[in-house]
């Protein structure tokens, strides 16, 4: 198999290392915005090649990695799938538009593309998806982060908070998913997948909570339906290199990369 990883930041640069390591991955294509950060993920690598254009090797490759942001994301996936090629979006939140979702999953549907996405950095999403089969009354996100973790947040400051200037546990913002992952575009992917799976960005609770005692990032997901109710609460080290990101993110994105690389699938 060949791949094409989009962002070469921290979860980008770690799977394509992880990639470089499976017998099923012949090259990898790598590509960053900044083809210096590109450059160095591929150093010391063995099956790694630095392009400049996402177009320039899609006939090449059975599989596009996008791991860069939710603008790239949207530039990208049409392209992607409308040749047919597979593709792996860690940028979630750029699926919140409606009529653009749609757009892209009709050009796989046509091309007979698939679209991955990895459940990210929280726990239950396979106890929502099979809930989601019959009704569903509620479904609520309440993550917590620690201040590092919502620097340069644009959101939080046009409301004149000061995160690192928060001494006791607040909540910094209460509603929807569909604005949720639009104020939080590099920290609450998770509201996107949540929502995709669950009864959409309308109707999914989230709440976001600055806490400077805790030493992690968490994610409590909470569940009533029909098949009765459910709460998964999974505490998250954040990746050294970058705190905005859980480690169990990047995890997840190598684990699903096995999986499709492997073609086993447990636990569907």
Not at 50 to 74: G, P
Request: glycine residues 8%; hydrophobic residues 40%.
């Amino acid at each position: 198999m060949r791949i094409t990883i989009i962002g070469c930041g921290s979860i980008g640069s770690k799977l394509a290392k992880a990639a470089d390591g499976m017998s099923e991955v012949k090259r990898i294509y790598l590509m960053d915005a900044n083809k210096s950060v590109a450059e160095r993920t591929a150093a010391g690598m063995d099956k790694a090649i630095v392009i400049d254009s996402v177009e320039e090797e899609l006939y090449h490759s059975d599989l596009v990695i996008e791991a860069a942001s939710q603008e790239a994301a949207k530039e990208i996936l049409p392209k992607v799938v409308s040749r047919g090629v597979d593709i792996m979006i860690m940028s979630v939140g750029s699926l919140v538009d409606d009529d653009f979702r749609a757009m892209v999953f009709e050009k796989a549907k046509v091309s007979e593309a698939k679209v991955y996405i990895p459940t990210g950095a929280l726990c239950g999403t396979d106890g929502l998806r099979s809930a989601s089969v019959d009704e569903l009354d509620e479904v609520e996100l309440i993550t917590m982060k620690g201040p590092r973790s919502l620097l340069g947040v644009e959101y939080i400051i046009n409301k004149g908070i000061d995160v690192e200037k928060i001494t006791e546990r607040t909540v910094i913002y209460t509603g929807y998913a569909r604005e949720a992952v639009k104020l939080f575009p590099k920290n609450i992917n998770v509201a996107a997948t949540v929502s995709l799976l669950g009864i959409g960005f309308d109707r999914t609770k989230v709440t976001v909570v600055v806490d400077p005692e805790i030493k992690s990032n968490s994610h409590e997901l909470r569940i009533k339906g029909k098949f009765g109710e459910m709460t998964c609460h999974t505490y998250n080290y954040p990746e050294p290199d970058n705190p905005k990101t859980s480690h169990l993110a990047t995890l997840s994105a190598i684990s699903a990369l096995k999986r499709i690389v492997r073609n086993e699938w447990f636990g569907v």
